[in-house]
């Protein structure tokens, strides 16, 4: 699974199952495969997928295909299908994928605010982000308002099982940074389903801002340092590089004192030049407070600044996934202890399989 993420995947049969995830915000450009019972994302839209080893044999009729690497058959995968919400529209005429997609298995993620006050200038933007590009290509809309969200986690709950939601957002300002829509939005689910919620910005400039997500129905929080080094960090995000990462770690302190130990998560993009040392050392410290870290292989997206770097190498994701599994046993947090979110999803990475 390792190597199948850092590796990417060539398609026989690119439209089988679920529609791949091309653009928006954090990792993409990704299809959804079933491998020995975890389900993970793996790249199909970028360079290197075009010449990856593997290959996907088109699904016989029970949907079962053979994944092949260089032509030899070894294992067997599936592609999870079409979600039925997938063919509803919102009463004011949205299609209901333009609000929120199948993420993973049973995951639904949207992107509340698909701008970003960091993505309009070149210079600020993340380089590894393509969440205006979706945008650009009319596959959803720049703003889900609390009704449609509600509308579309009722449908995704009742037609297709999914089992938790996710909610990230652009950085809309520099106070907030963005827990104000997730409060509105959270609110408004948790009135129309009963949904575990994960949300996803960057830390508030104020504390008070934790328990107001909380009390409007968020289970858990994610705020994404991407990066662990300053440098990397300036070079990568220099928008987002601006909220220190002292800054993160009392965030993260005051959050798990809200949402509790293990269900605080923070995404770490593992191959963009932070060392596997550092990255360790990070978790290390992540882990002692309670902190879930979610490392994650960086996916080089089409169109984005950084579609020409390289992914990281199977190998260099084993020398870090592996010992964090440890430090995490150790330290008491697992997936699937989480209430909701990317952690739980775990299809980013293969993180979870190392845990089990
Ligand atoms: S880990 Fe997060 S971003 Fe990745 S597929 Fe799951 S919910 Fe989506």
């Given at each position: 699974m390792t190597e199948l993420q850092s590796r990417g995947l060539q398609l026989?049969?690119?439209?089988?199952g679920a529609a791949s995830r091309r653009g928006g915000a954090g990792p993409s450009d990704h299809k959804a495969v079933t491998i020995d019972g975890h389900t993970i994302m793996v790249p199909v839209h970028t360079a290197g997928a075009s010449k990856s080893r593997f290959r996907a044999s088109a699904p016989d009729p029970s949907g079962a295909s053979e994944l092949l690497l260089d032509g030899t058959a070894v294992a067997s995968v599936r592609f999870p299908r079409q979600p039925r919400f997938y063919a509803l529209q919102t009463f004011d005429g949205v299609p209901y994928h333009h609000i929120a997609t199948l993420h993973g298995a049973d995951v639904l993620a949207t992107?509340?605010?698909?701008?970003c006050i960091r993505y309009a200038s070149r210079r600020q933007a993340?380089?590894?982000?393509?969440?205006g590009q979706s945008l650009a290509a009319g596959r959803t809309i720049a703003r889900k308002t609390p009704d449609q969200l509600a509308e579309v986690a009722r449908a995704a709950v009742l037609l297709d099982g999914v089992k938790h939601m996710v909610l990230t957002t652009g950085t809309p300002?520099?106070?907030d940074r963005g827990a104000q829509v997730l409060c509105e939005s959270a609110f408004a689910i948790k009135a129309a389903v009963d949904l575990p919620l994960q949300g996803q910005c960057e830390p508030p400039d104020d504390d008070r801002w934790l328990q107001r997500m909380q009390a409007a129905g968020i289970d858990t929080l994610g705020m994404h340092l991407?990066?662990?080094?300053p440098e990397v960090r300036a070079r990568i995000m220099p928008g987002k590089a601006t909220v220190p990462i002292t800054r993160y770690l009392e965030a993260f302190e005051a959050a798990v004192a809200v949402f509790g130990r293990g269900q605080v998560s923070t995404y770490i993009l593992a191959g963009?030049?932070?060392t596997a040392a550092a990255i360790l050392e990070m978790c290390e410290r992540l882990v002692k407070i309670g902190v879930y870290p979610f490392v994650v292989p960086f996916v080089p997206i089409s169109g984005t600044p950084l579609e020409s770097h390289p992914a990281p190498e199977p190998d260099f994701m084993q020398s870090v996934l592996r010992p964090l599994a440890v430090l995490l046993r150790r330290g008491g947090l697992r997936s699937s202890d989480m209430k909701a979110g990317c952690g739980k999803c775990g299809a980013c990475s293969s993180l979870s399989a190392y845990e089990s």
């Amino acid at each position: 699974m390792t190597e199948l993420q850092s590796r990417g995947l060539q398609l026989t049969a690119p439209d089988a199952g679920a529609a791949s995830r091309r653009g928006g915000a954090g990792p993409s450009d990704h299809k959804a495969v079933t491998i020995d019972g975890h389900t993970i994302m793996v790249p199909v839209h970028t360079a290197g997928a075009s010449k990856s080893r593997f290959r996907a044999s088109a699904p016989d009729p029970s949907g079962a295909s053979e994944l092949l690497l260089d032509g030899t058959a070894v294992a067997s995968v599936r592609f999870p299908r079409q979600p039925r919400f997938y063919a509803l529209q919102t009463f004011d005429g949205v299609p209901y994928h333009h609000i929120a997609t199948l993420h993973g298995a049973d995951v639904l993620a949207t992107t509340v605010l698909q701008t970003c006050i960091r993505y309009a200038s070149r210079r600020q933007a993340c380089q590894f982000c393509a969440i205006g590009q979706s945008l650009a290509a009319g596959r959803t809309i720049a703003r889900k308002t609390p009704d449609q969200l509600a509308e579309v986690a009722r449908a995704a709950v009742l037609l297709d099982g999914v089992k938790h939601m996710v909610l990230t957002t652009g950085t809309p300002n520099l106070t907030d940074r963005g827990a104000q829509v997730l409060c509105e939005s959270a609110f408004a689910i948790k009135a129309a389903v009963d949904l575990p919620l994960q949300g996803q910005c960057e830390p508030p400039d104020d504390d008070r801002w934790l328990q107001r997500m909380q009390a409007a129905g968020i289970d858990t929080l994610g705020m994404h340092l991407e990066a662990v080094t300053p440098e990397v960090r300036a070079r990568i995000m220099p928008g987002k590089a601006t909220v220190p990462i002292t800054r993160y770690l009392e965030a993260f302190e005051a959050a798990v004192a809200v949402f509790g130990r293990g269900q605080v998560s923070t995404y770490i993009l593992a191959g963009m030049g932070d060392t596997a040392a550092a990255i360790l050392e990070m978790c290390e410290r992540l882990v002692k407070i309670g902190v879930y870290p979610f490392v994650v292989p960086f996916v080089p997206i089409s169109g984005t600044p950084l579609e020409s770097h390289p992914a990281p190498e199977p190998d260099f994701m084993q020398s870090v996934l592996r010992p964090l599994a440890v430090l995490l046993r150790r330290g008491g947090l697992r997936s699937s202890d989480m209430k909701a979110g990317c952690g739980k999803c775990g299809a980013c990475s293969s993180l979870s399989a190392y845990e089990s």
